[in-house]
């Protein structure tokens, strides 16, 4: 805050007068040089409080109007994700039927597609009978797989849809796209249609490369492509893929006792379908990096190897 003799035009002091109060800032005023931002103006029209805002160079005036006008909204006012909030819907759970019993659920449920939601959002004993399970998942031996080989079915995941931009998209500067296309690598179109027009293909994964700090829905590795439809592949192939394959047995969930209800807990209850489907799109909207800064993306593909 500044003290000392200020000038302010008469309409702009009862304004102010006439709009202040304990929240914020009431008036801006600036000639697009210096910006002053006036929290009050007595009754008598003879004293101002304000604060001089930091040259434009330092905040954009645009900036330090949007956050004055954002202050005094309600929280959440600009949230853009509100249609991400899922509230289940189904029948009443029945209180006189029983839950399935522990041997049941863990002898025939496999993934957290196989859970029903609106059960998990509305039952506390259906939630501590999945951590239960979860538990008994997260105890097995890790299956060792480096030299495993699989049998895939080309594009066997089923995308529910892309992701849309809420806004246009600016072009790429040209300095960026100098940059992806020095610092690409070889491409193998021929291979890519192939695998496009294929209906099953096996690989062989090489080396683990899973990060120990991760969540536990995937593992990664490095792999090599042995056969497309049954035929080996010619020179014109890339010699080592990454594969990430994708299980949600024993992924870290968050418990419900972090979370003010179920249904909010069941905001960050995720599949491997989720997890996939994300990554899906994240690929598609930076097609244009692939093979530069971005890695060559062939697909999201089935395989079963237990």
Known sequence: MEDGPFSLPLPVAQYSLHHSGSEGNQIIVTDFSTTILINHVDETLTTVNCEVAPSPSVVPLRYLLASYIQQPLPSGYFDLDTDDFIVT????????????????????LHAHSDFDRY???NSLPAVEQFFRWKTSMQARPKPVLVGTALQAKSHGFQPRGQFQPRYPIEPLPEDTLAHLRAVARTTFPQFVQLLNHSQTFSLLLDEELTPSEG???ARTFSCRIVTVDGQMLSDNAPKKLCLKLFDDSA???PGPAESPSLTMWSQNFYTAEDMIHNEMNVYNRLEFAWGSVVPQFYGAHSVSYF
């Open 119 to 121: 059960t998990l959002a």
């Open 251 to 253: 992924a870290s969930v």
């Open 215 to 217: 969540t536990g829905y």
């Open 89 to 108: 819907e189904g029948a009443p759970n029945n209180p006189d039927f029983p839950l399935p019993t522990d041997e049941d659920i863990f002898t025939t």
